[in-house]
């Protein structure tokens, strides 16, 4: 059975820093692209950042140069290092596996930043 367990969000002032956590089982995750997308309320869902395989990584204009993306295949965890926090940043953060024709998701975490 596959999973993937989100795991690092919380509340934060702005200006802050958080790393959020996906963990992954029941793949091969150095196989797999993870992505982080995340969702406001009333708003649709974004991507944030995308980490490859290959270790590629891309960001959302909106993230760019405050967020890090980061794999450990041993762990079959990626990690999302989120700093200079603002306000709209405030989501649920879903992480995204996917390789091939096989794409999970995982539940979410809720990511608050207080302005």
């Known amino acids: 059975q596959v999973q993937l367990v989100e795991s690092g969000g919380g509340l934060v002032q702005a200006g802050g820093s958080l790393r959020l956590a996906c963990a992954a089982s029941g793949i091969i995750f150095s196989d797999y692209t993870i992505t982080w997308y995340r969702q406001a309320p009333g708003r649709q869902r974004e991507w944030v950042a995308v980490i490859t395989s290959g270790d590629g990584t891309n960001y959302a204009d909106s993230v760019k140069g405050r967020f890090a993306i980061s794999r450990d295949n041993a762990k079959s965890t990626v990690y999302l290092q989120m700093n200079s926090l603002k306000p709209e940043d405030s989501a649920d953060y879903y992480c995204?596996?996917?390789?091939?024709?096989?794409?999970?998701w995982g539940q979410g975490t809720q990511v608050t930043v207080s302005s």
């Open positions: 995204n596996a996917q390789w091939g024709l096989q794409n999970y």
